[in-house]
């Protein structure tokens, strides 16, 4: 099976994997930063006190990358802030309280081959999509490659090779039709003839559904199961053979690759005009009823934990996203934003770093083919002109070195502070 | 190029105590390491090796220093070593003449006292710059610096190597560690010689 | 949920092998060498294993207490150093010898550098170097498997001096005279498949390492295979499956990059058979193995990889 | 003064007054150090030919070889050194051989590097005892320790194979050289010195 | 054979560094950085294949011819002096990085004593030109592989946590003490 | 041939040969140095620490020399060797400022109000990926990067939160840049009084949310603003801060310091 070089096997615990997406009631108070995304933040476009209605713009993205937030929920501006972030620690974030049920947004219609590509392009930005899969890039923003770069390939990305999180395989599973119109969209913005899907061998069923969602005219490619399937430059390799050139994109080899969830989102977006208000969350791990859920943007860690059975005994630690590469959170008032694919509650691990013994577990496992060793090494000597020369900034921060780590050391956050102190020096 | 004569302000008495450990070449400065290592074989040859090397460096200290005003720059190098060759030379003479077994040996290395860095560093940094009086103190206090340091460390490979110190047995029935005898024994002694030395100038 | 949330960066989860389980493995994978070693030797390979581990333990305790560090002992790298240098002396060296060599393993191979993980040299074996260099007598004085320990000449120093070839088999089971654990090339060669399909180790190294030996000893005995000993022979004499799967493969003093990893095979089999057919001495696999430890810096600074996607 | 002058100056200046001083320094030791190197020949000569009264000194071609005589005039033995490659580096032997080439009288180690406890062991002598009356017909030769010594074999040192085997090595070259020189001819024509015990033996 | 004997011999069973101690002071002091060590190296190589010509000539055409070895010392020391002054004077100008960087040990090449150790080895084993020459070439590319070997150690030790007490010059010594046990197992491959 | 005159014609020649090629080579080869790169050199205090920015002590000589660097440009070797290197360059006085390290947080661990616990690598740096274990998102961290960083031993940890030792620090600012919060500033030291004074807290935020995570934290209550006799202190918008401009010519700071209700403004004594 088709895969690339390195990576690691981390046990899947994909318990959720069997739940049916469900449907979260709103809280009453909603808090939606204006950055949820890669780039500059947007600025409010409503004031104190201003009532609003579901699905009305919040913020409005002036720069070029960015991506507008729309509020989930009808009711009033209670405070325009700071606010705890699940991702930037603290962001400015407007409060809206209101609530009550929330509706299936009406659907449109739409044909995909008749659009053209800059009215695609136009309709997922206002509807701020951004990616799904992790980054939050801003979609419009992926879908307008410049001139001379050619894409002749998308790939939907439904690997989803994080362990726990089953909010990607839920979708392609209950969303195939959106998928495939999402991928198709998204073909006819960027102009590619080819359209494909990868997936993780893992998941035969959601395979099923896409291929026949599409009546066969996309490529849904069965990749080997094997940790950071999903990045997008392992994935690229996988499905294409094709090696992103070091710092470029993967328009450099002509390809677009967006999550399945994002197709979904544009799809709707396209289709429908609906903003990006509410996403798919897996919640697992130490809970009381681990599941997948669909989650109004906004909405509190704590709510959201409450819904889902409340934190377990045990449970010390509150991540958001998989467990390879979320980020730990200080606080539960963070609020679901637009990148959240998964909460989870975990046991955290001990600190116990130890020295490294050079057992090369981490040069032999990196999917992007670096030296671990030499990141810890040079981070801990404080040589920065040396971590660059290592390229340490070719680092996907995947996390595969420190899960093979046998001196448990804590690579990534070397490389984090590594990268750090390169960009500051630079 | 005028060399500045820099005289050296300590009172008299320290310009010789401080060769035996401020400045002491082997265990704080690190020079004349070949001698050091090679003929520390045993205390004997230690302590020969040191006051062999303690005789050039003074008679050279007092040529040097007399006649350091008259040097220029670009031969200064070569004026100084030509004067440690001549002593060594003396020295090598007349050990072979009245001491054929410690020329023995000490083998191949009085020859290279000539190049005992520390000799030459002695001249450059303080005979070249101060008159003799000072000149001769300050290589006398290196000198038996460096006649401790050898002494020591052949005592110790000594002892090692064969139980006895000068000659003397200590342990009696010392199961010898040939090792020591060797140049890896030399390396090793005096890395954990220095590292104690270390020790003691951090406790201080 | 009580208490204060745990931050901490990815992953958030971890693989099981930590480096006690990996020590633990190396031990483990050591059992059948030993099994020989005390089935040949008796007594004098469990005397010789006991005073080896005093050695390495007490000296990796000291410089714990000496550094005001957390024991370090639980790691068991000091228990596999030990383990390990015993297997590599002659089975009648003195007790107080082989504590001595422990000492200098640990003390001076692995602590003077700053501990686990940061030694350039294999410490144990410069614990065997120091002691071949101190005691070359009591280093080269062999018994013959078998309760009378009477003395004999190893495989190699019988083929280098008096050109006699020992059957292949007694190789194989290991019986014939030298050190504790490396007389049986079977035993080891289970442990050390063991060793490196557990993943405990790297196969580049014993497979780049014995393939060497072969196809260099190979070479000669073409030529003059009355003068020169079969490449089997060379695989199976000696210390060379000991060295070539248990020490060629120290993650710490091997280079990390895979490149580097067969570099070191190949320099180090080169070694051993230059010194096995034209040194001083009969056997080389010590000195192979330290002497590309010393250019293990050097050769994983040249190795660094081409990351993805780089030109290549 | 330009500079380039007086570094001439001061540089050949001293360059003289070492040379002098190095001149009359070696005028003192000459005679000494010649007289510490017979003295080292002849202490060797005594050992490996007990009783010598005499010394000629035969030189032909490179080879030097000692003739001993006793206080009567009888020829002893001759004595030559000999020097090859050891374990670790030049071993330098006098040995000593009866009249007739056939038997050895003596062995001394005169200068050797070899490892201290080990190949070292070649300079005690329970060693070189072992050479003499040693048969030289047709060569020296070894054994390894533990097995039993022919009268032409000498046992090995423990641990020290290669350096035992290259003392009978050089023996054996230096006694081939000796026979080819002696055979050649009546050597007493080309004495050229002869070092006469002051006081005989001591 | 028989040079290619001198020079495996020089180069590394008896490694003017590891065997006979000989230039120990820069092998210390000059083994933190690769770079400054390769350039050291470059240097004795260069001065030890100067050296070694020069006082062969000298010693078999004057010393020799009138009768004057007691001025050997003397006189090498003064051949190397000068060379090394030369040399530096060359780099001074021609490549201020590199005279930079070895800044006070390229005066200390002069007392490198395994310099002046060449020139009496070259003597005391009556090599002929041609073998005095593969000698001192040989001499110096031993010397440079240690420094070189030394140095990517120091490198990787400069990460290391070492015992406060060791760090510097004691780690130096020790590895090389280790070197040269390790180097041990050259002995006897070659017999001088 | 007479051995003396051999001997020494031997040598002399020898000698002069060689006095000859070096003087040659000298005269071709000069290189023009300019020694005032070596006086400047030793006026500096020779520490290489590069905390001027250059690579080592003979980089900053030679930049002085060029003009490159102004002479007070050590900040280790202080009015001392400015005042040397001026002389040497002939430039007359020069004024220098003394500055020491003053770190703007004196919470200590007890202090600042905990909300996480972090497992990570223990410097300030890599705590402050995560945000560390306080909730104050301004204060110290408490993992002391900024007395590993001081090459002169003038920053130790106290309760948790560094203090600096006036009388060693030589201002070379290591630690302001090792501080991964930039707390730690370089502020006019007072030769005369051997004090600095300064505000030990860096929290911009309103009061409420400063008392929320921390029990000393400036709150803007602007006391010390309105207690100053000569305007020494002012509000940076809700955090005080010192103009030292003034500040050493205020003849009531003991009086600042006892009103401030937080107790957040401090001083550092020479011992
Ligand atoms: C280590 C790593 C693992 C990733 N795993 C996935 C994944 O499993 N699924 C996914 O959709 N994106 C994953 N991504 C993100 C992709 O690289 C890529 O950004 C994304 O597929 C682009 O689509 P989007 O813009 O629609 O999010 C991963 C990224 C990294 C660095
Ligand atoms: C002695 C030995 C030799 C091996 N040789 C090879 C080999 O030449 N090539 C190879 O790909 N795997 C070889 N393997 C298998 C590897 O141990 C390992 O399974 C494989 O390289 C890991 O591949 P992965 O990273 O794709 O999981 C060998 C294993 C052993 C024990
Ligand atoms: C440190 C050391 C020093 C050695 N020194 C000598 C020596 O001086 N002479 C020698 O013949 N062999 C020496 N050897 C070589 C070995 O001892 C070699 O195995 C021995 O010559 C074989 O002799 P055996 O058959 O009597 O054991 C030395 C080996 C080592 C490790
Ligand atoms: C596969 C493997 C092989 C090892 N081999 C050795 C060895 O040969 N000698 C030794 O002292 N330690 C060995 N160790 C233990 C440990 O890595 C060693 O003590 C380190 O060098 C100590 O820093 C080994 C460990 C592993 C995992
Ligand atoms: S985190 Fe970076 S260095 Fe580590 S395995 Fe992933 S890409 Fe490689
Ligand atoms: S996996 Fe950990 S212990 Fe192994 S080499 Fe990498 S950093 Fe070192
Ligand atoms: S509020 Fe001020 S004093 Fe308190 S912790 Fe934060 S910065 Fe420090
Ligand atoms: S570096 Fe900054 S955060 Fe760290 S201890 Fe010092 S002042 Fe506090
Ligand atoms: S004494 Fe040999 S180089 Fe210094």
């Known amino acids: 099976m088709r895969s690339f070089r390195g990576g690691v096997h981390p046990p899947y615990n994909k318990v959720t994997q069997d739940r049916p997406i469900e449907r979260v009631r709103p809280p009453e108070r909603v808090v939606v930063p204006l950055s949820q995304h890669t780039g500059a933040p947007c600025e409010p476009s409503v004031e104190k006190g201003q009532e609003v209605q579901r699905g009305q713009k919040l913020g409005e993205a002036k720069a070029f990358i960015s991506a507008p937030v729309h509020t989930p929920i009808s009711g009033v501006v209670k405070e325009i802030a700071p606010h705890p972030h699940p991702v930037l620690g603290e962001a400015l974030a407007v409060v809206v309280e209101g609530g009550g049920e929330m509706e299936d947004w009406p659907r449109g219609e739409v044909d995909p081959d008749s659009l053209e590509p800059e009215e695609i392009r136009m309709r997922v930005r206002e509807a701020g999509v951004v990616g799904l899969g992790g980054a939050a890039f801003p979609t419009a923003v992926k879908l307008s490659p410049p001139e001379d770069k050619p894409i002749d390939t998308v790939i939907l990305n439904g690997c989803e090779c994080e362990p726990y999180l089953t909010a990607d395989h839920r979708t392609m599973l209950e969303r195939a039709e959106d998928c495939i119109l999402g991928l198709r969209l998204v073909m006819r913005a960027v102009g590619a003839e080819r359209g494909m899907i990868g997936v993780e061998a893992n998941k035969p069923d959601a395979m099923e559904a896409l291929r026949h969602a599409s009546d066969g005219e996309v490529e849904v490619v069965p990749l080997k199961v094997k940790y950071p399937q999903g990045a997008e430059k392992m994935l690229i390799k996988a499905v294409l053979d094709r090696e992103v050139p070091t710092g470029g994109l993967p328009m450099d080899v002509g390809v677009v690759v967006q999550n399945v969830g994002t197709a979904v989102a544009v799809a709707e977006a396209v289709r429908d005009g609906k903003p990006l208000i509410e996403r798919v969350v897996t919640v697992a791990g130490e809970v009381g009823r681990p599941g997948n859920y669909l989650v109004p943007i906004g909405t509190p860690f704590s709510y959201l934990l409450e819904v889902a059975g409340g934190l377990q005994e045990g449970a010390s630690q509150v991540v958001m996203g998989g467990p390879m590469m979320g980020i730990a959170q200080r606080s539960l008032e963070v609020p679901v934003v637009k990148g959240t694919s998964g909460v989870l509650a975990l046991r955290a691990l001990p600190y116990e770093e130890g020295n490294c013994i050079r057992c090369a577990r981490c040069v032999d496992h990196c999917p992007m083919e670096l030296m671990p060793t030499l990141f810890v090494k040079f981070a801990k000597g404080e040589r920065w002109d040396l971590l660059e020369r290592a390229h340490i900034m070719d680092c996907i921060e995947c996390g595969s070195c420190a899960y093979v780590c046998p001196a448990r050391i804590p690579i990534v956050h070397y490389i984090k502070l590594g990268k750090l102190k390169v960009r500051s020096l630079k | 190029m005028e060399r500045r004569e820099e005289v050296s302000r300590r009172p008299w008495y320290q310009e010789y105590l401080k060769g035996l450990w401020e400045e002491n070449p082997i265990f704080r400065m690190l020079l004349g390491m070949c001698p050091t290592l090679a003929v520390t074989t045993s205390a004997l040859n230690g302590l020969s090796m040191g006051l062999a090397t303690t005789f050039v460096l003074t008679s050279t200290s007092l040529v040097v220093s007399i006649i350091r005003k008259l040097v220029p720059g670009q031969v200064r190098i070569a004026t100084f070593t030509v004067i440690i060759a001549t002593f060594v030379t003396v020295a090598d003479l007349f050990l072979k003449a009245k001491f054929p077994a410690i020329s023995k040996a000490l083998g191949p290395y009085v020859p290279l006292i000539v190049v005992n860095c520390f000799i030459l560093g002695r001249q450059e940094v303080f005979a070249s710059k101060n008159p003799t009086g000072r000149s001769i103190l300050d290589a006398l206090g290196v000198g038996s610096g460096f006649i401790f340091a050898l002494t020591l460390l052949g005592s110790i490979r000594e002892l090692l190597g064969s139980g006895e110190v000068f000659g003397h047995e200590v342990i009696p029935g010392w199961h010898p560690w040939v090792v020591m005898i060797l140049p890896a024994g030399a390396f090793l002694t005096l890395g954990f010689l220095v590292a104690a030395m270390n020790a003691i100038e951090r406790t201080k | ?312 | 003064m330009s500079v380039s002058a007086r570094m001439m100056l001061v540089l050949t200046v001293v360059g003289v007054f070492s040379g002098l001083s190095l001149v009359y320094m070696d005028k003192y030791a000459e005679p000494y150090i010649a007289l510490h190197k017979k003295e080292a020949v002849r202490e060797a000569i005594d050992k490996v030919l007990p009783g010598v009264d005499k010394v000629e000194e035969v030189h032909r071609d490179e080879t030097v070889i000692y003739r001993a005589l006793d206080s009567s005039g009888k020829l002893l033995g001759y004595a030559f050194l000999a020097e090859g490659p050891g374990y670790q580096g030049k071993i330098q032997l006098m040995v000593g051989v009866a009249p007739d080439l056939r038997r050895l009288t003596g062995m001394e180690v005169l200068e050797s590097v070899e490892t201290p406890g080990l190949g070292a062991k070649i300079t005690e002598s329970s060693f070189e005892e072992q050479f003499r009356g040693l048969e030289a017909v047709p060569a020296v030769g070894y054994v390894k320790a533990g097995r039993k010594p022919a009268p032409n074999e000498i046992t090995a040192i423990t641990g020290a194979t290669i350096s035992s085997a290259s003392v009978v090595r050089i023996v054996n070259e230096g006694l081939n050289e000796v026979r080819r020189v002696v055979r050649a001819g009546p050597p007493d024509c080309e004495t050229e010195a002869t070092i006469k015990w002051k006081g005989g033996k001591k | 054979m028989e040079l290619l004997l001198i020079f495996v011999a020089a180069v590394l069973t008896n490694n003017f560094v590891l065997h006979y101690f000989l230039g120990i002071c820069p092998f210390l002091g000059v083994s933190s950085r690769m770079e400054t060590a390769v350039g050291m190296g470059l240097a004795v190589i260069f001065v030890m294949t100067l050296t070694a010509t020069v006082t062969w000539l000298i010693y078999h055409h004057i010393l020799v011819r009138f009768g004057l070895p007691f001025l050997e010392y003397v006189t090498f020391i003064l051949v190397i002096a000068s060379l090394v002054q030369i040399v530096e004077m060359f780099l001074r100008r021609f490549s201020p990085e590199l005279y930079r960087a070895l800044g006070i040990y390229l005066p200390l090449i002069t007392t490198n004593c395994s310099i002046l150790g060449l020139a009496l080895f070259m003597v005391l084993r009556e090599y002929d030109f041609i073998e005095g020459l593969v000698f001192g070439i040989g001499a110096g590319i031993g010397f440079t592989l240690v420094l070189t070997i030394m140095a990517g150690i120091r490198e990787e030790l400069a990460f290391a946590d070492l015992p406060r007490a060791f760090r510097g010059a004691p780690i130096t010594l020790i590895t090389a003490g280790i070197l040269a046990l390790a180097f041990m197992g050259f002995s006897g491959l070659i017999r001088v | 041939m007479n051995p003396i005159l051999v001997s020494v014609l031997s040598m002399g020649l020898l000698a002069l040969a060689f006095a000859a090629i070096l003087a040659v080579v000298n005269r071709k080869l000069a290189v023009q140095e300019d020694p005032r790169v070596e006086a400047v050199l030793e006026a500096l205090p020779g520490a290489n620490c590069g905390a001027c920015g250059s690579a080592s002590c003979r980089d900053m000589a030679e930049r002085i020399v060029k003009g490159d660097a102004e002479p007070g440009a050590c900040p280790v070797g202080g009015t001392e060797s400015a005042r040397r290197i001026a002389e040497i360059l002939g430039l007359g006085e020069v004024e220098v400022v003394e500055k020491v390290a003053v770190v703007h947080c004196g919470a200590t661990s007890e202090q600042k109000v905990k909300v996480a616990e972090y497992r990570g690598v223990k410097t300030c740096s890599a705590a402050n990926l995560l945000g560390g274990e306080y909730a104050c998102r301004y204060g110290c961290l408490g993992y002391g990067d900024c007395v590993r960083a001081c090459g002169f031993g003038a920053i130790y940890m106290a309760d948790g939160r560094p203090k600096v030792d006036v009388e060693r620090c030589t201002g070379c600012g290591k630690c302001v840049q090792a501080c991964p919060r930039g707390i730690i500033t370089l502020e006019p030291y007072d030769r005369k009084r051997g004090e600095t004074i300064f505000v030990a807290c860096n929290n911009p935020d309103r009061a409420p949310a400063v008392r929320r995570v921390c029990e000393v934290g400036c709150i803007g209550c602007r006391m010390c603003a309105r207690t100053s006799d000569n305007g020494a202190f002012y509000m940076d918008g809700n955090l005080a801060k010192v103009d030292y401009g003034k500040v050493y010519e205020s003849g009531n700071w003991d009086e600042v310091v006892e009103k401030c209700p937080r107790k957040i403004i401090r001083m550092e004594r020479a011992a």
């Open chain 3, 1 to 312: 949920m009580e208490g204060r949330l745990v931050v901490a960066v990815s992953p958030h989860i971890r693989a099981e092998m930590d480096t006690r389980k990996v020590m633990m493995g190396v031990l483990i994978s050591l059992v059948p060498g030993i099994v020989a070693g005390v089935w040949f030797f008796r007594w004098h390979a469990l005397v010789l294993l006991a005073s080896c581990l005093a050695g390495t333990l007490s000296a990796e305790a000291s410089a714990c207490i000496l550094r005001k560090k957390p024991s370090t002992l639980g790691d068991l790298s000091a228990a596999v150093t030990g383990v390990l240098l015993a297997m590599v002396l002659p089975p009648t060296l003195p007790f107080w010898a082989a504590f001595l060599g422990g000492v200098v393993a640990v003390g001076v191979g692995k602590q003077v550098f700053g501990g686990l993980g940061q030694n350039i040299f294999n410490p144990a074996l410069v614990g065997r170097a120091f002691l071949m260099a101190a005691f070359p007598v009591l280093m080269t004085t062999w018994v013959a498997p078998g309760p009378e320990a009477v003395t004999v000449a190893t495989p190699l120093a019988l083929m280098k001096f008096d050109h006699k070839a020992t059957p292949l088999l007694d190789l194989l089971v290991g019986k014939v005279g030298g050190c504790m654990g490396e007389t049986s090339a079977l035993a080891l060669l289970i442990g050390g498949l063991f060793l490196v399909l557990k993943g405990y180790a790297d196969w580049r190294i014993p497979l780049s390492y014995l393939g060497t030996v072969a196809v260099l000893g190979a070479i000669p005995w073409a030529f003059r295979p009355d003068l020169y000993p079969s490449p089997m022979f060379h695989l199976l004499a000696g210390g060379l499956m000991l060295g070539a799967w248990f020490m060629a493969t120290d993650p710490v003093t091997t280079p990390v990059t895979k490149v580097g990893r067969y570099m070191f095979g190949i320099g180090a089999g080169v070694l051993v058979v230059v010194i096995r057919l034209w040194g001083g001495l009969p056997e080389g696999v010590m000195y192979s193995i330290l002497l590309m430890n010393a250019v293990t810096p050097l050769i994983d600074r040249y190795t660094v990889p081409v990351p993805f996607g780089g030109k290549r």
